[in-house]
């Protein structure tokens, strides 16, 4: 069984910076974050295969995603956190053509003012 499980969230001030792990079961084509505010679908945050990253806009400059040599485990670095940051985060694991995507359970991070 696949399994994704994260860890890091927790509660931080404003400005504050938090970094964020994702160990999975194997190793995948693509890794990312993904975040869900209450009532919202879910997010992307920033993904990472060998050739590219992606940042959301709204995370870019302060956001840094990286994964080790494996591929099977992502790290989220968070700086100059705000407020409207606060949600929680998911990581997931696709598979080359997007064949296979497993979630993690989430974490929540909360950033207060």
């Known amino acids: 069984q696949v399994q994704l499980v994260e860890s890091g969230g927790g509660l931080v001030q404003a400005g504050g910076s938090l970094r964020l792990s994702c160990v999975a079961s194997?190793?995948?084509?693509?890794l990312g974050w993904y975040r869900q505010f209450p009532g919202k679908q879910r997010e992307l945050v920033a993904s990472?295969?060998?050739?590219?990253?992606n940042y959301a806009e709204s995370v870019k400059g302060r956001f840094t995603i990286s994964r080790d040599n494996a591929k099977t485990t992502v790290y989220l670095q968070m700086n100059s956190l705000k407020p409207e940051d606060t949600a929680v985060y998911y990581c997931?694991?696709?598979?080359?053509?997007?064949?296979?995507?497993?979630w993690g359970q989430g974490t929540q991070v909360t950033v207060s003012s």
């Open positions: 997931k694991g696709t598979d080359v053509f997007g064949r296979n995507q497993f």
């Open positions: 194997r190793s995948f084509f693509n």
């Open positions: 990472i295969t060998s050739a590219n990253i």
